[in-house]
């Protein structure tokens, strides 16, 4: 149990166009989703929390207004990376937490390169 | 500040030898502590799990080990097979804001044939 998919696994975008990645606990109901990014040989870095209908929390120095986060229902949480450019290629990991657990489960990741 | 250290950074071993990775961690109030495998390009896979009162844990060839007083943990790897390689990241929940996660830069390990 406790699984939790991500589409695209990978994607390749213009530079000046919006993508979407999409995170689903597919297996429980998922309170609270995470957004991570990963930059190559680095840790996971936060960048968001979001809980099912209400708006996210950014970590500082992450812009709200380019990176979009939706959690509109209890098992799906969706990430635009809007106006991309190649700086925001990186590796996208959510991550998903039920009510009172204290345990995150991970996506498989979403691979983003910005040409 | 809540800080996660992992050693060494990166590691090379032969096929069916052992080895420990290192975490220390400064992470306070302490909830618990993960050690996770990152296989390249996808996402963290949890491996242990400990808390407070638990000093070791196994699962298969992966054992972790956690002292809560000297906030250290290691995570030992018994006779290491090719899968094997990938990134270990040590994780530890706790800090001011309760359930967040701390995560260590991550050793990197390659076992060769």
């Known amino acids: 149990g406790a699984v939790v998919s991500q589409h695209p696994s990978w994607v390749i975008c213009k530079s000046g166009t919006s993508v979407k990645i999409e995170c689903r606990s597919l297996d429980f109901q998922a309170t609270t989703m995470f957004w991570y990014r990963q930059f190559p040989k680095q840790s996971l870095m936060l960048m968001a929390t979001?809980?099912?209908?209400?708006?996210?929390?950014?970590e500082q120095g992450v812009e709200k207004d380019k990176f979009l986060i939706n959690h509109a229902s209890l098992t799906l949480s969706t990430l635009t990376v809007t106006s991309a450019h190649p700086e925001d290629s990186s590796f996208y990991i959510c991550?998903?937490?039920?009510?009172?657990?204290?345990?995150?489960?991970f996506g498989p990741g979403t691979r983003l390169t910005v040409l | 500040k809540n800080q996660v250290e992992q050693s060494p950074q990166s590691l090379i071993i032969l096929e069916g030898k052992n080895c420990t990775l290192q975490?220390?961690?400064?992470?306070?109030?302490?909830?618990?502590l993960r050690w996770y495998k990152q296989d390249t390009g996808r996402g963290p896979v949890s491996l242990t799990i400990m808390t407070f009162s638990e000093n070791t844990k196994s699962n298969g060839r992966y054992t972790a080990t956690l002292d809560a007083d000297t906030k250290q943990s290691s995570l030992h790897i018994t006779a290491s097979q090719l899968s094997d390689s990938a990134s270990y990241i040590c994780v530890v929940s706790g800090g001011n804001s309760g359930y967040a996660l701390n995560f260590g830069k991550g050793t990197s390990l390659l076992v060769t044939p």
């Open positions: 979001s809980n099912e209908g209400s708006k996210a929390t950014y």
């Open positions: 975490c220390n961690y400064t992470v306070s109030p302490f909830s618990n």
């Open positions: 991550s998903a937490r039920r009510a009172q657990v204290d345990t995150q489960y």
